[in-house]
Nanobody
Framework: QVQLVESGGGLVQSGGSLRLSCAAS????????MCWYRQSPGTERELVAT????????NYADSVKSRFTISRDNAKNTETLQMNSLKPEDTAVYYCRAVFTNYDYWGQGTQVTVSS
């Protein structure tokens, strides 16, 4: 059974940091490109960051560049998103996603709330 379970969300003050984790199981994690998305009420789901299957390449949305860092540990089947210098506009539900050819899995999301 495929599972992606996010954790690490919560309430933080503006300027603070959070570290999100995504624990994967039920598929060959090391072959999948991994992504973080976010969605706030009334908006479309937005791509935040991606990382290739071997971790060798990453990409970020302009809005989070230099503040967020995506990483993965293929030995532990986990993906992380280190979020620094958080802003109120970063408030959203954050989702991890695993993609490989026509296989596409999503987690249930974790809430991040940044207070001003």
């Amino acid at each position: 059974q495929v599972q992606l379970v996010e954790s690490g969300g919560g309430l933080v003050q503006s300027g603070g940091s959070l570290r999100l984790s995504c624990a994967a199981s039920g598929f060959t994690f090391s072959t999948y490109r991994m992504c973080w998305y976010r969605q706030s009420p009334g908006t479309e789901r937005e791509l935040v960051a991606t990382i290739t299957s071997d971790g060798g390449s990453t990409n970020y949305a302009d809005s989070v560049k230099s503040r967020f860092t995506i990483s993965r540990d293929n030995a532990k089947n986990t993906e992380t998103l280190q979020m620094n210098s958080l802003k109120p506009e970063d408030t959203a539900v954050y989702y991890c996603r695993a993609v490989f050819t026509n296989y596409d899995y999503w987690g249930q999301g974790t809430q991040v709330t940044v207070s001003s």
